[in-house]
């Protein structure tokens, strides 16, 4: 079904009812008016019939019976007083009197000379004879229209001593009538034309007044669908229901601000996008999931008020989202200082291991920039440990019907956590898994870590440090990286005495590296106590 604006439908009921209302107001005002002007014109003849026929001799007309008394000082002084009666009323088009003879009636007295005294009157009808009998003024009940045109007749009763002698009959021309009544019509026609319009024109603006607002709400609710919060919307009107729907808008705009707050936004436009309501259901999918927190966040803490542990969270925990947002990162959820993400739902993300891994680099940069800041402002310098993996997770909503959560659960959930705890052995800032690596398409400078076993998970995991992307990488650290990763290799090919060599020069590359240590260390071991067929070059992590 086609729908309509809701201005167009005011525009037209506006329009609709002015020329309805003008078009039944016009009928009643010409119906009325031509009313008046017959009845004037009734009036006008009811006049002039009392006035001539008060002035008309009954006995003078009584002495007239033939056509040889025409020219009798009687007849002659009877056609001056009607030529006298014709002259004073230019309305007046036949004057004359008339006499019942038996059932019929006699033309007499005429002003025409051409109409002989006596002559019958062919067109009378059974009342008009009836009313010959009566006493008083009569005018004809409607108009007579005939080939001479539009008339309007009326008869007064002459009286002699003997009686009723006949009547004086006057013929009105009412063409004129009909002229004023077309006037009118016009007139009339012309003031429904100007109020229709008017009226219309009163709907446009109306309508317009009504509509506006209600076209600005639903322009802000197309921009609630897809989650635009920042656009300003206020509704100014006088119409209180409007007011009220735009105050609502403006309610409904606070509560989604603070829902998208709790919720990530993807998944609350989402929702909002597909006009459905979130239901409990999950599907596998393979995602890259991240965690952090921050290096040593209890010790840092105990040295702050609670006021200034909110404040730091909020400025560290606010530019680590909106690094990862940017990244189109999916924030799953603040765990005191640690923040989860993950890519790939609600919304596919094309390359989501390389956004990952950039979003990781681009915290880490934030974290640069903006220390210098935060210790100037009383706090101490903070460090963030990243954990990335990428596999196979069961991703929706989860709990029960009255409580929702759109997250992400399974054992690769797990591993990218203990992954970001694992930074704390190696003393490095970012781990990333092989599963998300081997998905980077060579973009990223790293070095193996080795093979790890973590808590709670069977089998090991090769685990890498991303320090850079491949086009913003050092010649130094370039050099470093080489120098280890070759060592490494060395090292799991049991070639224990070239690794150690290896591990040597990358201490002199970088002095004091954590990694480097743990993995002379171990070289050294098993120079005095070589391994046997099985061994593997796995390190088991022993805390979580």
């Not at 005011?10 to 009313?35: D, H, P």
Request: with cysteine; proline share 3%; glycine share 8%.
């Amino acid at each position: 079904m086609r729908k309509r604006s809701l201005r167009a439908s005011l525009a037209f009921a506006f329009g609709a009812a002015a020329v309805v209302i003008t078009i039944a107001l016009g009928y009643t005002a010409y119906r009325r008016t031509s009313g008046l002007v017959e009845a004037d014109a009734r009036d006008r003849l009811s006049d002039l019939l009392s006035v001539t026929a008060a002035g008309i001799d009954g006995e003078m007309h009584a002495s007239i019976r033939g056509e040889a008394d025409r020219g009798s000082p009687a007849h002659r002084k009877l056609v001056a007083w009607l030529e006298a009666v014709k002259a004073s009323s230019p309305a007046i088009r036949f004057i004359y009197t008339q006499r019942r003879v038996g059932d019929r009636i006699h033309f007499i007295v005429d002003p025409d000379p051409t109409n002989p005294i006596s002559t019958d009157y062919l067109e009378v009808t059974a009342g008009q004879l009836a009313h010959y009998g009566e006493r008083g003024v009569y005018v004809e009940p409607e108009l007579v229209r005939d080939q001479w045109g539009a008339w309007l007749s009326g008869t007064a009763p002459i009286r002699s001593g003997a009686g009723q002698d006949g009547v004086i009959g006057i013929d009105i021309d009412v063409d004129r009538l009909e002229e004023a009544r077309y006037a009118q019509l016009w007139a009339i026609i012309i003031g429904c034309v100007v109020v229709g319009v008017a009226g219309v024109l009163f709907g446009v603006w109306f309508s317009g007044r009504v509509a506006r607002p209600l076209v600005q709400v639903e322009r802000e609710l197309a921009r609630l669908r897809t989650l635009e919060l920042s656009h300003p919307f206020a509704i100014e009107s006088g119409i209180r229901e409007v007011a009220n729907i735009g105050d609502a808008v403006v309610n409904m705009k606070r509560g989604l601000a603070s829902f998208r707050k709790y919720v990530p936004a993807d998944v609350v436009a989402e929702l909002i996008h597909s006009n459905q309501e979130a239901t409990l259901g999950a599907q596998r999918e393979t995602l890259t999931i991240l965690f952090s927190d921050i290096a040593g966040f209890t010790s840092v803490s105990e040295k702050l008020s609670p006021e200034q542990v909110v404040r730091l969270l909020e400025r560290y925990l606010a530019g680590m989202s909106r690094v990862l947002v940017e990244h189109q990162c999916t924030i799953d959820k603040y765990i005191g200082d640690a923040v989860m993400g993950f890519w790939g739902a609600p919304k596919p993300v094309v390359d989501h291991e390389i956004k990952a891994c950039r979003a990781a680099l681009g915290c880490l940069a934030m974290l640069k920039r903006e220390r210098a800041a935060w210790e100037a402002d009383g706090f101490p310098a903070i460090h963030a440990r990243i954990g990335i993996h990428t596999g196979e997770v069961v991703v929706g909503n989860i709990g029960f019907e009255e409580r929702l959560s759109y997250t992400i659960i399974g054992d690769d959930v797990n591993l990218a956590s203990r992954l970001e705890g694992t930074n704390k052995f190696f003393e490095t800032s970012i781990l990333v898994s092989d599963a998300t690596l081997s998905k980077t398409k060579g973009e990223f400078a790293t070095r193996i870590l080795g093979e790890i076993i973590v808590k709670g998970r069977q089998g090991a995991v090769r685990v890498h440090e991303l320090v850079a992307t491949a086009k913003d990488v050092t010649a130094e650290q370039r050099a470093f990286l080489d120098r280890f990763n070759a060592a490494w290799n060395h090292y799991a090919a049991k070639n224990f005495a070239v690794a150690f060599a290896d591990f040597a020069k990358c201490a002199d590359l970088r002095p004091g590296d954590r990694t480097t240590e743990i993995y002379r260390e171990r070289c050294k071991r098993l120079l005095g106590e070589p391994p046997g067929k099985d061994w593997v070059p796995a390190l088991e992590m022993s805390d979580k």
